[in-house]
């Protein structure tokens, strides 16, 4: 059971994360989500303005319990939509060769 002071603390942190996983390329938030403990994943799985590429790190590479409360949460704006292509189709395409240096 937590006390008052740690579920505070945990909000708090997730409200960072939220907010720097408005921002972060995938690979650094998949590894920002990976350090988190168990009341911060879910808090912040409950932030309804957590942006869609950040839920979808979550219900790919998440536990079973971010699923459910992600599913549970009908105020999540960032849930992908069911049907868009997935990393897999972007990987086929090539990348220009004149794009390679700007990358």
């Given at each position: 059971m937590?006390?008052?002071?740690?579920?505070?603390?945990?909000r708090r942190l997730a409200w960072c994360?939220?907010?720097?996983?408005?921002?972060?390329?995938?690979?650094i938030a998949l590894d920002l989500l990976g350090?988190?403990?168990r009341p911060t994943?879910?808090?912040?799985c409950r932030d309804?303005?957590?942006?869609?590429?950040?839920?979808?790190?979550?219900?790919?590479?998440?536990?079973?319990?971010?699923?459910?409360?992600?599913?549970r949460n009908p105020r999540v704006v960032g849930r992908p939509l069911p049907g868009l292509p997935g990393p897999a189709r972007y990987a086929?395409?090539?990348t220009p060769p004149?794009?390679?240096?700007v990358l």
């Open positions: 937590s006390t008052a002071v740690e579920d505070r603390g945990s994360v939220a907010h720097v996983l408005r921002h972060a390329p995938d690979h350090r988190l403990d994943r879910k808090y912040l309804e303005w957590l942006p869609a590429s950040a839920v979808t790190l979550l219900l790919r590479h998440g536990t079973e319990a971010d699923r459910h409360y992600i599913a086929r395409r090539r004149e794009l390679l240096p």
